[in-house]
C-alpha cells in the first residue's frame, strides 16, 4: 500500500510538472505574441507618423510654389507698370520739350490755343 501511494504521488507530481510546464509554455508563448503585437502596432505607428510628415511636407512645398508663382506674377505687373509710368513720363517730358520748342519757333502764339 505504502508503494501505491508512493505511485500515486509520483504521478500526481508528474502530472502537477506537465500542467506547471504547459502553463508556462502558454504564459511565455502570449508573451511573445503580445511582444510581436506591440511591435507590430509600434511600427504602425511610426510608419503612420512619417506618412503623415511627408504628407505635410508635400503640401508645404505645393503652397510653397503657390507663393513663388503669387510673387512672380506680382513682380512682373510691377515691371509692367513701371515701365508703363516711364513711358508716361518720358511721353510727359518729350511734350514739354516739343511746347518748348514750338514757344520757341513761335513766339507770339504762346498764350493762343493751338487748335484755334
Same mark, same amino acid.
Request: charged fraction near 30%; charge should be negative; proline fraction near 1%.
Given at each position: 500500500?505504502? *508503494?501505491?501511494?508512493?505511485?500515486?504521488?509520483?504521478?500526481?507530481?508528474? =502530472? $502537477? #510538472?506537465?500542467?506547471?510546464?504547459?502553463?508556462? @509554455?502558454?504564459?511565455? #508563448?502570449?508573451? $511573445?505574441?503580445?511582444?510581436?503585437? &506591440?511591435? @507590430?502596432?509600434?511600427?504602425? $505607428?511610426?510608419?503612420?507618423?512619417?506618412?503623415? +510628415?511627408?504628407? *505635410?511636407?508635400?503640401?508645404?512645398?505645393? %503652397? +510653397?510654389? &503657390?507663393?513663388?508663382?503669387?510673387?512672380?506674377? =506680382?513682380?512682373?505687373?510691377?515691371?509692367?507698370?513701371?515701365?508703363?509710368?516711364?513711358? %508716361?513720363?518720358?511721353? $510727359?517730358? #518729350?511734350?514739354?520739350?516739343?511746347?518748348? %520748342?514750338?514757344?520757341?519757333?513761335?513766339? &507770339?502764339?504762346? &498764350?493762343? #490755343?493751338?487748335? %484755334?
Amino acid at each position: 500500500m505504502n *508503494g501505491e501511494r508512493t505511485q500515486e504521488r509520483r504521478e500526481a507530481v508528474e =502530472r $502537477f #510538472d506537465a500542467a506547471t510546464r504547459e502553463s508556462y @509554455k502558454v504564459a511565455v #508563448d502570449q508573451a $511573445f505574441e503580445v511582444q510581436k503585437s &506591440g511591435a @507590430k502596432l509600434s511600427r504602425a $505607428f511610426f510608419e503612420n507618423w512619417v506618412q503623415s +510628415l511627408e504628407e *505635410g511636407v508635400e503640401i508645404n512645398r505645393r %503652397a +510653397l510654389e &503657390g507663393l513663388q508663382q503669387i510673387a512672380a506674377q =506680382r513682380r512682373e505687373a510691377f515691371y509692367g507698370l513701371s515701365r508703363e509710368s516711364l513711358g %508716361a513720363y518720358e511721353g $510727359f517730358v #518729350d511734350s514739354l520739350g516739343h511746347y518748348e %520748342a514750338e514757344i520757341s519757333e513761335n513766339p &507770339g502764339n504762346a &498764350g493762343k #490755343d493751338r487748335n %484755334a
